[in-house]
């Protein structure tokens, strides 16, 4: 057993950039702890007329961010991808850390917050609701991905036992995990088949559950080609341009085939017409369209993607496409009239922004002190 001072390392400096996400947390936390203490009424402006509000849009937009460990794990696991597992660390810390914040605010948006177990109680569970389902599915994936990301910590105190379980277990672990992900991803789909006549037409088909899954994969990818550059470049390590080109290649694959099924749908559900249209939903669908598909494709399918900053630039614009993707679906393009018009609190907007930067710090500390990349021989890279 290593001593805590050796195995973190508290010799190295605390890199600058930690203090204003430590201070965004701090608030973020604070402010969370308040609207727990008060209510929602006193900390965010949802109405009878918008139950839901910023944090179920940012949920559905880490989601699939998150899906790069799932991803990844189908690729490397099951696909018999063995190049892709030089990646897996860090794409597994990803998905946990993002389902950590998802899991959070969450947790907020209950109102009677107290009682937030009867989820799990068969007393009040329902069996035909796609939210119970859901809920389910991250709840158990979260603690599949617990396992898939120990070994990071464990190693640096020396506990191979439980290592080497993990490791002889991960084709099992990983195997339950990629189905509880298949099942949720779909599922967040298979709930707005419910708002047919809610949501915008130009978002709302019948193929959104299969819509969410493929843009679950291909957000997925481009967070693992985001985080893989900023990691190898962080710890100073050198670009493996081929894995940066497999994982865009992949990435084109599933953006073009997700980009067919989304125009076959329109075309088919005769709304092309729609996006013709010189109002705001026409123009918010022309910015999805050519931010999260056509740029990206355009870089993807070009010289560009045997560099690193090919995938990585990719990945931002898949990005930034799924974000307005889901702010549409979840809030913007619910176009019920409403004489009660919803817009996030002040106190909404920073508790996610002191979320999302407490992610941010916990992936930067676990980066900087630990070893999320392995050695290509398995062994553990030590800590630069």
Known sequence: MKSLSKVLKLDKPIPFSFYPLLLLTMLGVGLAIYRLAVGLGQTTNMNDAYPWGIWISIDLFLIPVAGAAFTISLITYFFGRKHYEAIIRPAVLAGFLGYGVVGVLLFLDIGRWTQFYNIFNPA?????????????????????????????????FGFEVPIKFIHNSIFVIAGVGVVLSLLHQSSLGSLFLLMRYKLNPLWWSPALPLMFLLQSVVTGLATTAVVINLIWRMRGLPIDRDMFRRIGQAMSLVLALYAALKLGDTMGSGDLALLLKPDAFGLVAWLEIIVGTLIPLAILFSRLVSHSAGPFWAGIFVLIGTLINRLVISWIGLTEPSPTPYFPSWIEVMITV???????LIYGVVVYYFNPLPEPNGSPTAAK
């Open 354 to 360: 002191g979320l999302i930067a407490g992610g941010f």
């Open 124 to 156: 009040f569970m329902n069996w035909h609701s796609f939210l119970e389902e859901i809920s389910l599915c991250i709840t158990l994936y979260t603690l599949i991905l617990i396992l898939e990301v120990a070994p990071i910590f464990l190693e640096r």
